[in-house]
């Protein structure tokens, strides 16, 4: 039997994954992967909340529109995103985190 | 049926996401970044959110990661180096995330209300992308034109950040 804890267990698990990648990579592509795992396991907590909480034998469907509107906005910042980290290479010929420290102290 | 499906989606989308940050080479990463979207759209369809499963497969794994896939081949990016294990730095962090894991299953379990299986959904429910699409239309109108125009602003702001300085 699969309960909503269930759901919710993997998509903090994801999360979690996601987060040590963030912190532990320093290639700045990969860092970014890795934060769109961040958002996917948001994406599956709302959606697991939509199914299990019903109203007349329908889901809440606020969950899913949320989650629409979650995975729009996630592909227009991969999109600045990556212009930015084009720029970036332009500039510095590079993608190691470590050597972009312009605004280091 | 539904145990089976649950464990093999969430056990290849963990696995697709430990890849996500293991792999040295960041085409792999980007690979195993995809995999991830796939099993996790897979999770998805188990919850009977038939319309968000479809998009995360057409726009996550169909849009997002072949753009990042064109952008780790443009830059034509290197295979990490073999980094030298630091052993009080790999021990902090793996207790860090022990101590996170196990507040998220105090956490989880010590609710009553998350431990019941999902109630089945009346039979006459209808599409889910014909009700998503009222309320998407209806009551978030307003968040979904200003999305259009998230969109808009997106799209001209890659323009600019792509130009090179005309001397």
């Known amino acids: 039997m699969v309960t909503l804890a269930h759901y919710l267990i993997a998509s903090g698990l994801l999360f979690a994954i996601g987060l040590a990648g963030v912190l532990l990579r320093r290639n700045i592509l990969v860092i970014f992967m890795c934060l769109e795992l961040m958002l996917n396991a948001a994406n599956l907590s709302l959606v697991a909340f939509s199914r299990f909480n019903l109203t007349q034998g329908l889901p809440d469907f606020n969950g899913q529109v949320f989650v629409f509107f979650i995975i729009t906005v996630a592909a227009a910042e991969v999109a600045v995103g990556l212009a930015i980290i084009v720029a970036l290479y332009r500039a510095k010929q590079t993608t190691h985190v470590e050597d972009l420290d312009a605004l280091r102290g | ?167």
């Open chain 2, 1 to 167: 049926m539904q145990a089976i499906l649950f464990w093999l989606f969430t056990g290849l989308m963990l696995l697709f996401g430990a890849g996500v940050v293991l792999f040295r080479n960041p085409v792999s990463s980007a690979m195993s970044l995809v995999g991830a979207f796939i099993s996790l759209a897979g999770l998805f369809f188990l919850l009977e959110a038939f319309f968000i499963g479809i998009i995360q497969i057409l726009v996550y794994a169909g849009a997002v990661m072949v753009l990042f896939l064109f952008i780790i081949m443009l830059l034509d990016l290197k295979a990490e180096a073999q980094r030298r294990l630091h052993v009080p730095a790999f021990l902090g962090g793996g207790a860090i995330l022990a101590g996170f894991v196990w507040l998220l299953f105090d956490v989880v379990r010590s609710q009553p209300n998350f431990q019941f299986a999902p109630a089945p959904l009346s039979p006459d429910a209808g599409s889910d992308v014909e009700r998503v699409g009222f309320l998407l239309f209806s009551q978030y109108n307003l968040a979904f034109q200003v999305i259009g125009l998230l969109l808009l602003v997106a799209t001209l702001g890659v323009v600019i950040l792509s130009k090179k300085e005309l001397k």
